[in-house]
């Protein structure tokens, strides 16, 4: 498989993320299937984006750590998860843990920009 094809089934995968007609389980497979393309061969976010497949969506995630950002959490709460993924249910986007040496860990928001966004303020906000 060279960059193009990586691109292309990104972008496929990308678009059964976002599809709300599955299964919260299969979207977030997809994600992940995704974003391991994407590491290995390179590809950024806006390759994905800038291509005539994904044009209806303006692409996009959003990371909230879970503390204060002088003082890195060293694991995220049970509770702010729940939260988390309540909110990305609301917001219409996928959730996921992550961990950022400089910020501890918090939870990453993927979808269209808008709603990123919105989730990272509405996580923050509660």
Same mark, same amino acid.
């Not at 919260?24 to 497979?29: D, Q, T």
């Given at each position: 498989m060279d960059k193009e094809q990586a691109i292309r089934k990104a972008q496929k995968l990308m678009a059964v993320a976002m599809d709300g007609r599955g299964n919260?389980? /299969? @979207?977030?497979?997809a994600l992940a299937q995704a974003e391991t393309l994407m590491r290995k061969f390179g *590809? /950024?976010?806006a390759e994905i984006a800038s291509t005539r497949a994904a044009?209806?969506?303006d692409w996009a995630d @959003?990371?909230?750590a879970y503390g204060p950002p002088k003082n890195p959490a060293k694991s995220c709460p049970?509770?702010?998860?729940? *939260?988390s993924t309540g909110v990305a249910n609301f917001t219409d986007t996928i959730v996921r843990l992550h961990y950022d040496p400089a910020q501890g860990y918090g939870v990453g928001f993927y979808g269209d920009r808008a709603d990123t966004l919105f989730a990272q303020w509405l996580v923050g906000y509660l």
């Open positions: 919260g389980h /299969e @979207a977030e497979r *590809i /950024e976010q044009t209806d969506f @959003a990371f909230h049970r509770w702010f998860q729940f *939260i």
